[in-house]
């Protein structure tokens, strides 16, 4: 995984992201990972 490939320097731009699941799992119906994006998410949105 390369976290440290791209870095957002201004925080007040909109950016895009684009993921891709092994398997095509089906991650936003099962709750145990829905649960960890949705955790995810509201950590890298906290100020």
Sequence with gaps: MGG???VID???Q???ITCTTV???DLLTRPEY???IIDSLNHCIKP
Excluded: N
Aim: hydrophobic letters at 25%; a positive charge.
């Design 23 to 25: 398997g095509w799992i």
């Design 34 to 36: 829905k649960s960890i």
């Design 4 to 6: 440290s490939r791209y």
């Design 10 to 12: 201004d925080q007040h």
């Design 14 to 16: 909109t950016y895009f």
